[in-house]
């Protein structure tokens, strides 16, 4: 499988296990992208067929993103077949467990999320109220069983719409209120030492750019970082790490993970950024944001 990338000509490839995506971007309206990923289509299967290997047409799906145009401006839809099949034309579809949407938007995502751990929640909130499980027990549970699956991939999917993120918040909230039942509410998370979901989303963000500005990410995201300052300038500045903001044409852009992470990180100050040991920097943004850790996100 590794040699099919090469086959495509027009469009990219992503291969990941038994996954294979082709994609084109920056498609202008009035061009169609649909006669160069079509190519690439026939490539794929002329690859497959070389190789005595087959793509399933039924589970394919295609997928047209265009959120930043009106219907009148909107690229035409494109319409490819894979061995005389047409591969079926889906509004939202799941991408490496992320569900993605044709209009940007993260709240098939969020709902899935939700849905998916409620089954969790339940037996915990059973073991909780029957069982009178310990909080700590059941602070190691929902860590392990609800709070991995509520983060997966949040660094893509934190620019959601403030109603998405405060409803996972009611997923931790209602867990911690089965946890301390006789509790006060303002009280719940800062008593179970529960950061908000949000607050994690954010350290997680600062985190990944951090590993990203020290060369230890994935060298496709480190190529679109905008130079930094000490690049830019020959004298001397008072936050050389500081990174040059993109342009943006789309409030989706402008809110999509380097954009927004960018703003965070030129927020920090240069003895936070400047580290060189991901412990010690992860310990300090800890501290730096330690004001807001069981709020951020909620609504006050």
Not at 119 to 125: D, G, M, S, W
Not at 129 to 144: G, H
Not at 148 to 163: G, Q
Request: glycine share 2%; with cysteine.
């Amino acid at each position: 499988m590794s040699d099919l990338p090469e086959a495509v000509q027009s469009s990219s490839c992503a291969l990941f296990a038994d996954d294979t995506l082709a994609y084109a971007s920056n498609c202008k309206p009035s061009s169609s992208p649909c006669c160069s990923l079509q190519s690439d289509v026939n490539s794929i299967h002329n690859w497959s067929m070389e190789w005595n290997t087959t793509f399933n047409a039924v589970k394919s799906q295609q997928m047209l993103i265009a959120g930043r145009y009106g219907e009148s401006s909107r690229p035409p839809e494109p319409s490819l077949v894979l061995v005389d099949s047409a591969i079926l034309l889906v509004p939202n579809t799941k991408h490496l467990g992320v569900h993605l949407c044709s209009n940007l938007s993260w709240s098939t995502h969020i709902n899935k999320l939700t849905k998916q751990v409620a089954p969790k929640i339940a037996v915990l909130k059973r073991l909780a109220y029957r069982a009178q499980l310990k909080p700590a027990v059941l602070s190691v549970l929902f860590k392990t069983l609800i709070r991995s699956c509520l983060e997966y991939a949040s660094v893509v999917w934190d620019n959601c719409s403030k109603e998405d993120a405060y409803n996972l918040e009611k997923v931790q909230l209602s867990v911690a209120r089965a946890a301390l039942p006789h509790c006060r509410k303002r009280y719940l998370l800062k008593s179970l030492d529960w950061p908000t979901l949000a607050w994690r989303r954010r350290r997680s963000k600062a985190i990944y750019f951090w590993l990203l500005m020290n060369g230890r990410g994935p060298p496709q995201l480190k190529g679109s970082i905008p130079p930094t300052a000490k690049t830019r300038c020959s004298y001397g500045l008072r936050n050389s790490l500081s990174v040059q903001f993109p342009l943006c044409s789309s409030a989706a852009r402008r809110l999509s993970y380097i954009p927004s992470t960018i703003v965070l990180w030129n927020s920090l100050p240069a003895h936070i950024s400047s580290l060189s040991s991901l412990s010690l920097f992860t310990r300090s943004l800890d501290s730096h944001f330690v004001s807001d850790r069981f709020t951020f996100g909620l609504p006050p």
